[in-house]
């Protein structure tokens, strides 16, 4: 195979193979952009040297072709010690990771190139010094695994607080010289001072990054493929860090935060590139490149509207000015906020750059959830201590932290934390990922802390400058000498950068209130995100329905647009006052006393049906007849046990006969007991009780459309007993209703074929049919062993949330495919808590379903994504 490709011979679409990075690095070179040359070693290669730890025959020539091609078309060879050519080696992943995986720079130095690289600079020692050391820094923390700190703190001290503009070459070349003693000191061995040398363990160690622990935490949350490898990117270096004619910046085409369109960046004169994403010093916004250099800035925005009309979407891009040149070193189009993404894709539709089906393509459901969110309350200001920038939008409240440990810490027991630093790096992830939200005193909006927030859709309030932050001392002070420790909450805003002390209270995002029925006609915002809703609206061919079991929940559900009531679940509305109830059914010894505890319960149901029927105003409701654990009913065992023993003689007859009921019933695995259908057949009256009930109701509310429901039915047999007697109340009172069932035990859907023959309609209750798929408690394994399965790869996400489609997802294809042969109109739905999920629901409209059923909350969100996967 082919494991190298020269940037003048790949494209964007080739991100498998080349990473994202290489890919639009070869598409910026085919666009005639200024990208330095350079060339990619593909996933391919490295998944080859992941799997045995050596690298795949025959990728040694290959690279070193490239790189003779690459050295005769700059006229310099590698290192070459009067002139010499020096190389970065990239990392960069089908999807990005950002700062994740390693990079190192300036290859190809050593102790004699470093002369030869400042005659070429026109004897800029300082310049050729400060690369040396930069390249031994970065080398050695990241190919060579030594402690950051170590280097860092030379250089800390070696400043001796002067800022690193002041620094001079004399004072560069001995830290060279620190440098290579702590590499001496760690490794046991010399740095190494050959050019191809250094560029191998660079790759090896690129290629390696792939599973630093970091980036497995990463990948595991933004759920990318832990297989996919990364490629490496082998590119002439140009340098940003040769005077104050040269800089790095990092821009957006349109703000990532608010989705307008202009400027947007920053820019750090001599400097190179990881000094401004690591937020290191404060940079300067784009603007004010324009005074420094305007032939720069020109080129600069013409190059960003050209790639944003290529693309047709916001991209983000690093750039660097080697002395008055403009270099392109890394495109791609750009993580956004929530809000951003609907309001860009809104903007593009209007500019004619994309339509409508594109733009709901482009936003997603988990980002209509995060729009969901409520914010700050207006009111908040009083207790403002700053304002930082909006790097990530969103409410977060919670104790201050001030290391991603004691994040990590303090969430595993359960407490809201915000992790507040000077800055973020890479190895702050873990503490990210626990805090709530994430405050910093230094960096811009392109800071790892900006980025990493945003892509995870995370509050971060970043660049607070008049925030002291210490560590060490695990406190910030704000002006007016507000001090902030460990353990004292905060609020942030993500949205406008405030941040406040103690809890502030939150309010309703309006995009919520627009779902309420509030069109505001000014909100930008709530006008994209109607435009997009509408036209997922239009497309979408499933129907959406909510699980609810009261009229209020069901009011709000078709506020959301709910198109009926898919699971309505019975067993609550026996809860609280009613308990009373239906313990005197499970006790009662005769038909009378069962009759009697009956016909206390049917009124009550009978108004319960009513306010739902009325609230759906002609739309159908699903009712699911009663599907308790019955021990959910009763009283614990134990206590009453307790209770009548600590009596002894004087205990009243019905506690001693609720305790024989109790220890009757009591159940080992009382989800795998009496339940569902099982109950109903076994309690004589309890069935045909709701079912009157809901029959009744729908008599005296005009246009009710009723389906009842059948839990766990596992055998034919079990729902004809239970129709037969449905139907026969219904002629009764003299009602329609439709009689189905929910699929939620393997064998149901096994024999679909012959449960279709009684079930008029089917649900698909994805709880139970996972539970009971795998074989684990619903209630139990999540926290008992699903970290370590997800660490180990068993599946990338919970099966509770994500539909499993391999195991789960057949049964339901044969269920729905055997259901529809014996009865072809035979409706389909899902009720259980995938119903709300995007990825469950893109899988229920490819297996054929009519409608998924979700809790009210997540109605606009599978109204989006089934808009999206008819698309
Ligand atoms: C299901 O099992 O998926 C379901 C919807 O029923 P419940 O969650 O009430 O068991
Ligand atoms: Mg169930």
Redesign the pocket.
């Known amino acids: 195979p082919k494991y190298v490709y020269d940037f003048t011979e790949g494209n964007k679409d080739l991100k498998d193979l080349l990473g994202g990075k290489g890919a639009n690095l070869a598409e910026m070179t085919n666009l005639g952009l200024p990208v330095p040359p350079g060339f990619t070693i593909t996933t391919d290669a490295c998944r080859r040297f992941l799997d045995d730890g050596t690298l795949p025959a025959g990728l040694e020539e290959e690279v070193s072709l490239h790189l003779a091609a690459l050295e005769k078309q700059m006229g310099r060879r590698l290192g070459q010690a009067d002139d010499p050519l020096l190389v970065s080696v990239r990392s960069g992943a089908k999807f990005s990771m950002p700062g994740m995986m390693d990079t190192v720079l300036n290859i190809g130095l050593n102790d004699e190139s470093v002369h030869g690289l400042a005659k070429q600079a026109g004897g800029n020692e300082r310049f050729a010094w400060d690369s040396y050391r930069r390249l031994i820094q970065m080398f050695g923390k990241t190919v060579q695994g030594i402690e950051a700190a170590l280097f860092d703190d030379a250089l800390e001290e070696l400043k001796n607080g002067r800022d690193d503009l002041e620094l001079e070459a004399a004072d560069f070349q001995r830290l060279v010289e620190t440098y290579k003693g702590v590499v001496r000191a760690q490794t046991g061995q010399d740095f190494p001072a050959d050019p191809h040398q250094q560029m191998r363990m660079a790759v090896k160690a690129v290629f390696d990054s792939w599973n630093a622990p970091r980036a497995i935490l990463y990948r595991r949350q933004e759920r990318i493929p832990a297989d996919l490898g990364t490629a490496v990117n082998i590119c002439s270096m140009v340098f940003g860090n040769c005077g104050m004619d040269s800089g790095t910046g990092v821009a957006f085409t349109r703000d990532p935060g608010s989705g307008h369109q202009g400027v947007y960046g920053d820019y750090l004169q001599n400097a190179q590139g990881e000094d401004v994403v690591a937020g290191i010093r404060n940079t300067m916004s784009l603007q004010e490149l324009e005074g420094i250099d305007k032939p720069v800035y020109d080129e600069l925005m013409q190059i960003m509207e050209k790639l944003e009309n290529h693309y047709r979407d916001l991209c983000d891009i690093e750039f660097t000015v080697e002395r008055g040149k403009l270099w392109m070193l890394q495109t791609r189009v750009g993580k956004r906020t929530a809000g951003a993404a609907f309001r860009i894709a809104v903007q593009l539709v209007d500019q004619g750059l994309i339509n409508l089906d594109e733009a709901v393509a482009r936003v997603t459901g988990a980002q209509l959830a995060q729009l969901m969110f409520p914010r700050f309350g207006k009111d908040a200001d009083s207790t403002k201590i700053t304002t930082g920038m909006n790097a990530s939008p969103g409410a977060a409240v919670g104790k201050a932290v001030f290391s991603s440990e004691r994040a990590v810490e303090l969430a595993a027991r359960g407490e809201a934390v915000v992790l507040v630093r000077h800055e973020t790096n890479p190895d702050d992830l873990a503490g990210m990922i626990a805090a709530q939200g994430v405050l910093t005193s230094r960096g811009g909006k392109t800071s790892h802390a900006a980025v990493v927030a945003r892509g995870m859709g995370k509050t971060c309030v970043c660049g607070a400058e008049e925030l002291e932050v210490s560590a060490k001392e695990r406190r910030f002070t704000a002006p007016g000498g507000v001090v902030v420790s460990e353990g004292d909450v905060i609020s942030i805003d993500g949205s406008s950068g405030a941040v406040y002390l103690g809890e502030v209270p939150v309010v309703a995002s309006p995009v919520v209130e627009y779902f309420e029925g509030a069109l505001d006609q000014d909100d930008e915002l709530v006008q994209a995100v109607h435009r997009i809703m509408s036209h997922a609206d239009a497309s979408r061919r499933l129907d959406v329905r909510a699980n609810a079991d009261n009229a209020e929940d069901a009011a709000r559900a078709r506020r959301f647009g709910a198109q009926g009531i898919g699971?309505c679940?019975t067993e609550h509305m026996f809860l609280g006052d009613r308990r009373q109830l239906v313990e005197d059914l499970v006790l009662a010894t005769s038909p009378q006393e069962r009759e009697r505890a009956l016909a206390a319960l049917e009124p009550l149901q009978k108004a319960d049906f009513t306010g739902i029927f009325q609230a759906m105003e002609g739309l159908p409701v699903t009712i699911r007849l009663i599907?308790p654990p019955l021990h959910e009913f009763l009283p614990d065992y134990t206590e009453l046990s307790v209770k009548v023993a600590l009596a002894g003689e004087r205990a009243d007859d019905k506690d001693r006969r609720l305790l024989a009921a109790v220890k009757r019933l009591h159940e080992q695995n009382p989800m795998l007991g009496l339940r569902g259908v099982r109950l109903g057949l076994v309690i004589p009256g309890l069935f045909a009780m709701q079912v009157r009930a809901i029959a009744e109701a729908a008599k005296a509310v005009p246009g009710a459309r009723a389906e009842i429901m059948i839990?766990l039915v596992a055998a034919v047999q079990e729902l004809e007993t239970v129709r037969d007697e449905a139907r026969a109340i219904l002629a009764e009172v003299g009602v329609e209703a439709l009689v189905g069932t929910?699929i939620?035990v393997p064998r149901a859907a096994l024999t679909a074929g012959q449960i279709a023959e009684a079930a008029e309609f089917f649900s698909f209750?994805?709880?139970?049919?996972t539970q009971m798929t795998w074989g684990f408690s619903r209630d139990d394994v999540e926290a008992a062993f699903f970290s370590k399965y997800l660490e180990l790869g068993v599946f990338g996400v919970s099966p509770f949330e994500s539909l499993d489609r391999d195991g789960v997802g057949r049964l339901v294809r044969i269920a729905a495919e055997e259901g529809r042969r014996t009865r072809p109109d035979l409706k389909l739905g899902i009720?259980?808590?995938h119903g709300g999920d995007p990825d469950s629901i893109h899988f229920c409209h490819q297996a054929g379903l009519d409608y998924v059923s979700c809790s009210p909350f997540r109605i606009p969100v599978a109204r989006l994504e089934a808009g999206r996967a008819a698309l």
């Open positions: 699971l679940r599907d839990p929910m939620e209750g994805t709880n139970d049919l009720c259980g808590e």
